[in-house]
């Protein structure tokens, strides 16, 4: 019988378990309330309970290698949250392996940030099964990341690895909430692609194009997803959004190719459902930003995991870290 673990992506509404075998989810994914608002050790609390669900349901704690978490923010060495994870209330400073082991006879734990651990569910189940090497870029309100060398998540000293969403693409560019200019997150995130359609239509008087009128009219209603339809239109605006938006992240996709020299660049998130123009975009401009040789060796791809992406990595931490 195959080993299997279980998987724990912690949201701002809610908590989602599953158990993960080497094939994936092995059954449904259960759902509890997160209940954010009333302190790390409620939602703790619900974690627990959610395991005990699943155990449960399992053949009980010692049917499994231990318990994987995908969690906002950063999880230290010794699984305190140092913090990151301002849609928890109360979740920085708690402990998370401890009570685990207490409560399931000594059943191990790990965690790592919930974008981050993606990029393992992409190594494992998705696009980057079958290689090694691996850089992911979550293109959705921000811009997470993660990355996978020689087969394991790279977490980094402190477990804050793969923040490369503040990598710096423009010299004194955009402000950024991180204290940084020019972050990749400020122009190639849904809400860096809306700032600069809102902003250049601010800009431009005529001629008035559809897009244009259709942005200055409601600007709070402009989505990317409304972008990319007027990409898709062949809008003048839209796309020059779309191109700055897709030379900007193939300045980092160009970088991290350098740095790591993956076999694949997984480009995933709410983003990425314009599919095909994004990424073939990205792969023009990555090419102008990194050392062909490398380049070349390098394939960009689309990431294939949905919704349950961060239970399956989640799962997949376990698994790995227990084997």
Not at 8 to 30: C, H, Q, R
Not at 257 to 274: Q, R, Y
Not at 285 to 300: L, M, V
Request: with cysteine; glycine share 18%.
């Amino acid at each position: 019988m195959g080993k299997k673990a279980i998987g724990i992506d912690l949201g701002g509404t809610a908590i989602k378990g599953a158990v993960i075998d080497e094939n994936g989810i092995s059954g449904e994914v259960t759902r509890v309330p997160t209940e954010a608002q009333s302190g790390g050790q409620r939602v703790m609390e619900n974690i627990l309970s959610l395991i005990e669900k699943l155990t449960g349901a399992g053949g009980g704690a010692g049917a499994f290698v231990g318990v994987g978490i995908g969690t906002p923010g950063f999880v230290g060495a010794d699984g305190v949250i140092l913090g990151g994870a301002e849609n928890l209330p109360g979740w920085k400073g708690t402990q998370v392996y401890a009570p685990i082991s207490e409560r399931f006879g000594g059943l191990r734990a790990t965690a790592a940030n919930d974008v981050t651990s993606v990029a393992l569910a992409e190594l494992k189940y998705g696009a980057g099964r079958g290689v090694q090497n691996i850089v992911c870029f979550a293109l959705g309100t921000g811009v997470g990341g993660g990355i996978v060398t020689n087969g394991r998540l790279y977490k980094g000293t402190h477990g804050m690895a793969g923040e490369i969403g503040h990598i710096i693409v423009e010299t004194g560019g955009e402000p950024c909430p991180c204290g940084q200019c020019g972050c990749v997150e400020r122009y190639a995130s849904a809400t860096g692609i809306v700032n600069m359609a809102v902003g250049m239509a601010a800009q431009k008087d005529t001629p008035e194009t559809e897009f244009l009128k259709v942005v200055k009219s409601e600007p709070g209603a402009v989505t990317s997803k409304l972008v990319y339809e007027y990409v898709a239109k062949e809008d003048p605006v839209a796309i020059a959004v779309h191109e700055r938006a897709c030379d900007m992240l193939g300045r980092a996709v160009g970088i991290m190719i350098n740095t790591f020299s993956p076999d694949k660049v997984v480009l995933g998130g709410g983003v990425m459902m314009a599919g095909g123009v994004v990424l073939e975009a990205v792969k023009k401009y990555a090419a102008r930003h990194c050392w062909p040789a490398i380049y070349e060796r390098c394939e960009i791809v689309i990431a294939k995991m949905g919704e349950d992406a961060g239970v399956l990595g989640a799962g997949a931490l376990a698994l790995e870290e227990f084997d």
